[in-house]
T-cell receptor, first 116, second 116 residues
Framework: SQQGEEDPQALSIQEGENATMNCSYK?????LQWYRQNSGRGLVHLIL?????REKHSGRLRVTLDTSKKSSSLLITASRAADTVSYFC????????????????FGKGTKLSVKP | GAGVSQSPRYKVAKRGQDVALRCDPI?????LFWYQQALGQGPEFLTY????????KSGLPSDRFFAERPEGSVSTLKIQRTQQEDSAVYLC??????????????FGPGTRLTVL
């Protein structure tokens, strides 16, 4: 598989705490996106960060990108029970030998559990 | 609703049976992608359409997989002579932009295929 890697694979926190998930990828990118996925549902786009950006905010979400380390992090502040889903990072296919038409290369995901 | 829809949501097939999975993208979206998601994994790219043209099919795992989008809107993914390893969730995504541009993708709920 040519997927990136999320870390940790599973994360359990208490409601109100912050959750941090990390993503590493292998080749050069134009942008990196984060998606969430409910069990049995499709993915929902959360945020996109361009390769020339270092940090981006959207509501309770904060994303960082370090292209020198080929890594990104997603921080969810003041977590809620409704945040209990899986989170995936996805890079564009520009740096991969397979898929150069803008398809997304996904990691394996982090399963977040927020306990009330 | 105005989102991406897929049908059927669930499909059980006997090994060797042919199946057809349908995707209705958001109206006017140029780009359409198919992904395969195995249990516990992130989605993996199968194929990409720009309008009716299939520009990338590098992710199709075998010649048993065939996709079409004849009028540049609805797409069908067909799997011939299904095998147990084809069991997965098949996700369709559309985007208003041409692939290669910042491409937030809008995902359907997926079709869960189980091959017995």
């Amino acid at each position: 598989s040519q997927q990136g890697e999320e870390d940790p694979q599973a994360l359990s926190i208490q409601e109100g705490e912050n959750a941090t998930m990390n993503c590493s990828y292998k080749t050069s990118i134009n942008n990196l996106q984060w998606y969430r996925q409910n069990s049995g549902r499709g993915l929902v786009h959360l945020i996109l960060i361009r390769s020339n950006e270092r940090e981006k905010h959207s509501g309770r979400l904060r994303v960082t990108l370090d292209t020198s380390k080929k890594s990104s992090s997603l921080l969810i502040t003041a977590s809620r029970a409704a945040d209990t889903v899986s989170y995936f990072c996805a890079t564009d296919g520009s740096g991969w030998s397979r898929g150069s038409q803008g398809n997304l290369i996904f990691g394996k995901g982090t399963k977040l559990s927020v306990k009330p | 609703g105005a989102g991406v829809s897929q049908s059927p949501r669930y499909k059980v097939a006997k090994r060797g049976q042919d199946v057809a999975l349908r995707c209705d993208p958001i109206s006017g979206h140029v780009s359409l992608f198919w992904y395969q998601q195995a249990l516990g994994q992130g989605p993996e790219f199968l194929t990409y359409f720009q309008n009716e043209a299939q520009l990338d099919k590098s992710g199709l795992p075998s010649d048993r997989f065939f996709a079409e989008r004849p009028e540049g809107s609805v797409s069908t993914l067909k799997i011939q002579r299904t095998q147990q390893e084809d069991s997965a969730v098949y996700l369709c995504a559309s985007s208003p932009r041409l692939a290669g541009v910042e491409n937030e993708q809008f995902f359907g709920p997926g079709t869960r295929l189980t091959v017995l």
